[in-house]
């Protein structure tokens, strides 16, 4: 499905905020860049935006890999076998492919990218990879319907009661969830972001992103983006990324209406409903509406105004926690170069 419910831990969200949502923003939107951004520059030092792919790459791979070793060694002392796990572990490259949402262009052939996108006309003529076997089933099957519930709540933690969770989001906390979450958190332990002595900080940052959604001047900008494309045929969207939104929403909807599959059904029989005909309309849809919200942005000078509100809002914040933001940057900062030796 296109999209998930996520289990981050909040500070990580924070970030991913910070950095790939403003690269989003501002691709070839005008004269400010993401990197012009006050804040990310405090909040991205853990991370190393000079690496190669392929070195990312081998970072993220090594620490899967160590985290493995850490949960089998956490579910032993629990009293069960756990075989580390490394199958289908590929991490990919965009090394080659053009994300381009503010060229026309690129907008004309994708639109947003959720229906089509560059990534998957990439991989378009490869050879799937071959499903590895989870190491793990056959020891899985030795245990009773007990014992595999208590192996499960042990690797991954209880899951969250859906009466009682409601329609709020439930914060991923690396307590309470199991083997896994210990593991992660000991291979992230020296990034800022885990740390308590800067929980504070990282709660102040959240809403922070939180209240400027509903700064005064993003609210205008939107209501003439809003006044646009209500004239464009598009009336029924109040800010920018509800359009985006609504096409992530449609197609969640075409997935979810896709019937259970027959345990006796060959799956390879079985239709894939991104090639459905439904699918196909809505990327039809997502083109022409994508079009439309592009000419907009134009006309409203969108990306440039709301960065300029954005980046005004971070000089605040960041005059307001300057000592405490460097003590961030110094942390993420020592944590890289420890990484690097590794």
Same mark, same amino acid.
């Given at each position: 499905?296109?999209?998930?419910?996520?289990?981050?831990?909040?500070?990580?969200?924070?970030?991913?905020?910070?950095?790939?949502?403003?690269?989003?923003?501002?691709?070839?939107?005008?004269?400010?860049?993401?990197?012009?951004?006050?804040?990310?520059?405090?909040?991205?030092?853990?991370?190393?935006?000079?690496?190669?792919?392929?070195?990312?790459?081998?970072?993220?791979?090594?620490?899967?890999?160590?985290?493995?070793?850490?949960?089998?060694?956490?579910?032993?002392?629990?009293?069960?076998?756990?075989?580390?796990?490394?199958?289908?572990?590929?991490?990919?490259?965009?090394?080659?492919?053009?994300?381009?949402?503010?060229?026309?262009?690129?907008?004309?052939?994708?639109?947003?990218?959720?229906?089509?996108?560059?990534?998957?006309?990439?991989?378009?003529?490869?050879?799937?990879?071959?499903?590895?076997?989870?190491?793990?089933?056959?020891?899985?099957?030795?245990?009773?319907?007990?014992?595999?519930?208590?192996?499960?709540?042990?690797?991954?933690?209880?899951?969250?009661?859906?009466?009682?969770?409601?329609?709020?989001?439930?914060?991923?906390?690396?307590?309470?969830?199991?083997?896994?979450?210990?593991?992660?958190?000991? @291979?992230?332990?020296?990034?800022?972001?885990?740390?308590?002595?800067?929980?504070?900080?990282?709660?102040?940052?959240?809403?922070?992103?939180?209240?400027?959604?509903?700064?005064?001047?993003?609210?205008?900008?939107?209501?003439?983006?809003?006044?646009?494309?209500?004239?464009?045929?598009?009336?029924?969207?109040?800010?920018?990324?509800?359009?985006?939104?609504? @096409?992530?929403?449609?197609?969640?909807?075409?997935?979810?209406?896709?019937?259970?599959?027959?345990?006796?059904?060959?799956?390879?029989?079985?239709?894939?409903?991104?090639?459905?005909?439904?699918?196909?309309?809505?990327?039809?849809?997502?083109?022409?509406?994508?079009?439309?919200?592009?000419?907009?942005?134009?006309?409203?000078?969108?990306?440039?105004?709301?960065?300029? @509100?954005?980046?005004?809002?971070?000089?605040?914040?960041?005059?307001?926690?300057?000592?405490?933001?460097?003590?961030?940057?110094?942390?993420?900062?020592?944590?890289?170069?420890?990484?690097?030796?590794?």
């Amino acid at each position: 499905m296109p999209t998930a419910e996520s289990r981050l831990p909040l500070a990580l969200a924070i970030l991913a905020l910070s950095t790939i949502a403003l690269t989003a923003c501002a691709q070839g939107g005008g004269s400010l860049k993401p990197e012009d951004s006050p804040l990310s520059e405090y909040l991205s030092a853990g991370y190393d935006r000079d690496a190669s792919p392929k070195e990312q790459e081998r970072r993220a791979k090594e620490q899967q890999k160590k985290q493995e070793e850490l949960t089998a060694d956490c579910m032993a002392k629990e009293g069960f076998e756990y075989t580390p796990f490394t199958g289908n572990m590929s991490f990919g490259s965009a090394e080659d492919v053009k994300w381009e949402p503010e060229e026309r262009s690129w907008v004309e052939k994708y639109g947003y990218g959720a229906v089509d996108s560059p990534m998957q006309e990439q991989m378009k003529g490869k050879e799937p990879e071959q499903t590895v076997e989870d190491p793990n089933q056959e020891y899985l099957q030795t245990l009773s319907e007990a014992e595999r519930q208590a192996y499960q709540e042990t690797l991954y933690g209880k899951m969250a009661d859906p009466g009682q969770a409601g329609d709020e989001p439930v914060e991923w906390k690396w307590e309470d969830a199991g083997c896994q979450g210990r593991a992660q958190h000991e @291979i992230s332990a020296d990034q800022p972001w885990q740390s308590d002595e800067f929980k504070p900080l990282v709660d102040r940052v959240q809403k922070f992103f939180e209240k400027m959604q509903d700064a005064p001047e993003l609210k205008k900008l939107d209501g003439e983006w809003a006044s646009c494309m209500g004239d464009a045929g598009e009336s029924g969207f109040r800010r920018q990324p509800e359009a985006q939104q609504s @096409i992530y929403d449609a197609m969640n909807k075409i997935y979810e209406q896709q019937a259970p599959m027959d345990p006796e059904q060959d799956p390879n029989s079985a239709q894939d409903p991104s090639d459905s005909p439904e699918m196909k309309k809505l990327g039809e849809t997502e083109r022409a509406l994508a079009l439309k919200d592009l000419t907009c942005r134009e006309k409203t000078s969108y990306r440039d105004a709301q960065l300029k @509100i954005q980046f005004a809002s971070e000089e605040k914040f960041v005059a307001e926690n300057k000592k405490e933001l460097e003590a961030f940057k110094a942390a993420g900062e020592k944590a890289l170069a420890q990484e690097k030796k590794k």
